[in-house]
């Protein structure tokens, strides 16, 4: 499992990371934002050593040994026929989900909770954002709430923001819900940008990632779906990704809001991407087995945690836990005193709930998970002792 080294500690303290250096000086281990602790595969390591040494640093344009990756991998891994010229590549996949709240002309609809981008992106675009929450099944696992979600259509509703694989509620949207889904947008006339940037950690086995444009040929039509090695290889500092745009006038619309304002992809972006859909499904499928067992770790830890439950998670490094059982007004600022950095559910647009990612060193992830069941027991005494009097 480990052929990779996945259980090394780099340490990470003192350089460059926003991860680490959050809590820079305090005894905190950062499970916060979504960048593993992982060292990044051999082949993007050696095909970034051999870009640096051409020691020509000019401006690059995506090649056809990158487009060929990309789209081998596309129709490798999902059986999806993408043509080159569907493709827009961009230093970051949030840059997309802004840049579609731009080339869609309207207000946008999504369901919470959801990546804090998804809430953010229409309000710098000057677009009115209106949302519909996710609901929660009696087996844990989250799903669609139609009615909710129509009932929050607004008159000049355009744009549908999905985030399949869900980020953070970990689940990964099967054929039905996306049929679903699909179905919603085109009763509405909704144009859909599909946030698939986990599709390469589908966790459970089995399961299968289906890109929603394959649907159909109109669900095609209308979408946008957004796309990047920096998940699944843990390169998100080398900023790139790309956007799959079927549909020539769309993708005319999504491409003009760009000029002028979005940088081309750097060289060493680039770079790694042709190689990590190229040359890495070795270390992907040894991820996806550390992942796993850091999953099942952390599913069978915090459900034994007084105050706390988490639901299954079958896509991406990240537990979404239901943290307000234990009482405190703000779970994340209790797990930090305690030494552990979460993401706080406010911030999804669900307050009581803490995400925690598990792409991390064996380590690393069971002392963090130590100090959260002493802070859970800790906290239930005191809450008891106060209830007392």
């Not at 020509?56 to 490798?76: D, I, K, M, N, W």
Request: hydrophobic letters at 45%; charged letters at 20%.
């Amino acid at each position: 499992m480990d052929d990779f080294g996945f259980d090394r500690v780099i340490d990470r303290r003192g350089g460059d990371s926003l991860k680490w250096n959050k809590y820079a000086g305090r005894d905190v281990l950062p499970m916060w934002v979504a960048d593993m602790d992982f060292a990044s595969p051999p082949a993007i390591v050696e095909a970034l050593h051999a870009r640096v040494g051409q020691a020509c640093y000019g401006y690059p344009e995506p090649s056809p040994a990158l487009h060929a990756a990309v789209l081998g991998s596309l129709q490798r891994e999902y059986g999806w026929q993408v043509e080159a010229d569907w493709l827009v590549w961009l230093p970051g996949l949030v840059c997309g989900l802004n840049l579609a709240c731009r080339a869609v002309d309207g207000d946008v609809l999504t369901a919470t909770p959801v990546y804090p981008p998804f809430l953010s992106a229409p309000h710098f675009s000057g677009r009115q954002l209106s949302s519909a929450a996710l609901r929660q099944q009696a087996d844990g696992l989250w799903a669609w709430d139609f009615t909710a979600l129509t009932a929050a259509l607004q008159p000049r509703s355009r744009l549908l923001l999905l985030c399949h694989p869900h980020n953070p509620v970990g689940r990964a949207w099967d054929a039905d819900e996306l049929d679903a889904v699909a179905a919603f947008c085109k009763r509405h006339d909704l144009i859909v940008c599909s946030d698939e940037i986990h599709c390469g950690l589908i966790l459970d086995e089995g399961r299968q990632h289906l890109p929603l444009a394959m649907l159909d040929a109109d669900i095609a039509r209308r979408s946008i779906t957004l796309m990047a090695p920096s998940k699944t290889y843990n390169i998100p500092g080398l900023g790139c990704s790309f956007a799959v745009i079927p549909d020539d006038a769309l993708r005319r619309r999504f491409t003009g809001v760009m000029r002028g304002i979005v940088p081309h992809v750097n060289i060493l972006g680039l770079a790694a991407t042709e190689v990590a859909y190229r040359d890495c499904e070795d270390w992907r499928r040894a991820l996806i087995a550390v992942l796993r067992r850091n999953r099942d770790r952390v599913e069978a830890a915090v459900a034994a945690m007084p105050g706390l439950s988490v639901s299954h998670v079958e896509a991406t490094y990240l537990a979404w836990i239901d943290a307000r059982a234990l009482g405190q007004a703000d779970p994340a600022a209790f797990f930090e005193a305690a030494g552990v950095g979460l993401s706080s559910g406010v911030d999804f647009g669900l307050p009581g709930w803490v995400r925690l990612n598990f792409g991390c060193p064996r380590a690393t992830l069971d002392a963090a998970l130590e100090r959260m069941a002493r802070a859970c027991a800790g906290g239930r005494s005191e809450g008891e002792r106060l209830a007392r009097g």
